[in-house]
């Protein structure tokens, strides 16, 4: 029976970002659904809980949740909360698994709390480490362009919103870093197959 992904995007982001990934999703054989919520308005709570209802309403299959950014951490707290079976995996793209700097750095601009919006503790203080019986894979990415450089604190490697080391928790069952910038990386090809090794297999494919 085919198994289900459900996608979600980042901060600022809706479900028209994710098309990409989501027909190479499609195209390796799973059914894939984009969970669009409200990433400024609505805090990680209400989010969750809707996910959650999303997951329930998956019949007799296996779901994987694939976050990018913000969903990510988005992912992880609905899993946590058991709304997801112990056999799903979960792919966090560009996730700040850590923290984020650039967050804390914005937080920190006149009206940037506002700009951020409810899910800024979310972001800046990250989790310490992954608990859940679920694998988790990481990836990252290297390509030093966005708009976080200029706000400052991000340690290199980065993808210009995410710094390698800030995806990077213990608990994970694996990481990668791709050739992406933070955006990038839901367009990259080698990002999308990583995804799908990680699906498939709980590991990521050796570095080309």
Not at 84 to 102: E, F, H
């Amino acid at each position: 029976m085919t198994e289900h992904v459900i996608l979600l995007h980042g901060l600022w982001m809706r479900a028209f970002t994710l098309a990409a990934l989501r027909h190479r999703l499609e195209r390796a054989g799973y059914s894939v659904d984009v969970f669009d919520y409200a990433s400024v308005f609505h805090g990680a709570d209400v989010s969750v809980e809707h996910l959650l209802e999303r997951v329930r309403a998956v019949k007799g299959r296996k779901v994987h949740f694939v976050g990018h950014s913000l969903g990510g951490l988005i992912a992880l707290q609905a899993a946590q909360r058991g709304g997801q079976g112990g056999d799903g995996r979960i792919v966090c793209i560009g996730s700040p698994l850590r923290g984020s700097a650039v967050a804390r750095g914005v937080a920190r601009l006149p009206g940037g709390t506002y700009v951020i919006g409810k899910n800024l503790d979310v972001l800046r203080n990250g989790i310490e480490r992954w608990h859940g019986e679920q694998a988790v894979g990481a990836i990252a990415g290297r390509l030093p362009i966005g708009f976080g450089f200029a706000i400052g604190g991000l340690e290199s490697p980065h993808d210009g919103t995410v710094s390698v080391t800030e995806t990077q928790v213990p608990g994970l069952a694996d990481h990668c870093v791709v050739p992406a910038t933070h955006t990038g990386l839901l367009f990259s090809a080698e990002a999308a197959d990583q995804t799908i090794a990680f699906l498939r297999g709980a590991r990521f494919a050796p570095a080309r």
